[in-house]
């Protein structure tokens, strides 16, 4: 096992070896966290530290590199070693690190039903199937051009509320009650959710807090509805831009958001905030039927915000302000979720500060 490269039965995709050491979720416990499990299941028999990774290895890890009960010493660099892994190390079944993909193995039962959203990136969702290929996994994972080497089943989405909810970091989780809105496990790149708590958190809350956007003087009249959106970005991290766009709804009412990049029907509106540390202002009206975003002026005036789309016809959308980091979707907000019926009527759904959505009643 070598944090340079890993190889070809440690990483799991084999068009990434010798080129980045994008891998399975056994090669990640193993290179993050020593994990012993991990090494056990790759049959990893040899480590090659370096100074820099092994000094980057939490404290039970580093602890156990150093015992020489674990790890034999075979062969020492300049600033690198080799060691032999020794069998009391494979035994040790001590907790894992609650960030680990066996953390996540652990907590999920085999009877639990699992769902992957199809927003996550395909490694992610390869990962975290095959780190949960015990329980029922559903959903959407792509494996085009990832070649993997460990064998799991996904069966198709059905009409089944799921007991665990995978999707991206990007995506606050809609779909879940406010109770249980913060994930139970996560990553850079995905959040893990237990709706009805039916899984202990497995690490912490983020110590950092999130960017947020809140909604407020919110009023529907002759089928428009009228909002202030509040962006607020806490942290000194920028993104190069802010627009909007309205995407599907998904089919299941408590499920995350189908694919930005390919919804059917989806409308972009240029974007006002400057994404910037601080909080920004913006007085909206929005025309479902119409498919027209207004902006309200340093005059007081409502002007047309630049489009992409025209109307829209029947069925069921969100309204999402999204973050960009330069080409790649950075974080997206769903905020309104509305309803074109045939005969152009519009019906608003709003997301509120607790994560929980509310019908708003027309005013008129």
Known sequence: MTVNTGRPNASGHTSFVHLFP????????????????????LGISLVHATDAWAAALPDVAADRL????????AAEGKSDALYRVLPAFLQVDSRPN??????LRRAV???TTVYLSPEMDPVSAIQVASALSHARVVGEVSTANLHPLTGFNVEPLGDETPDVVVTSTQIPPTAVAASDATAIWRNDHVAVYAPGGSIAALMPPPASPAPHVTLSGVEVRDERIGFAATFANPTSERWTSQDWVVLDADATLWAVLQSLESGRGTTWFAGQIEPRPGETRFDYRFLAAEGR???????G???????????????????????????RKAHLFPLIRFE??????????????????????DSS
């Open 22 to 41: 994008v891998s399975g979720p056994e090669y990640r416990d193993a290179i993050a966290y020593l994990e012993p499990a991990a090494l056990r299941r």
């Open 66 to 73: 150093a015992n020489a009960e674990y790890f034999e010493l």
């Open 340 to 361: 074109v019926l045939a005969d152009g009527e519009a019906r608003y759904d709003v997301v509120g500060e607790d994560g929980g959505i509310r019908r708003v009643s």
């Open 293 to 299: 975003l207004l902006v309200r002026s340093t005059d």
């Open 109 to 111: 039962p085999s009877t």
């Open 98 to 103: 609650g960030g680990s993909f066996e953390a």
């Open 301 to 327: 005036t409502f002007s047309r915000v630049p489009s992409s789309g025209s109307g829209l016809g029947p069925g069921r959308w969100w309204l999402v302000m999204r973050l960009r980091d330069e080409h």
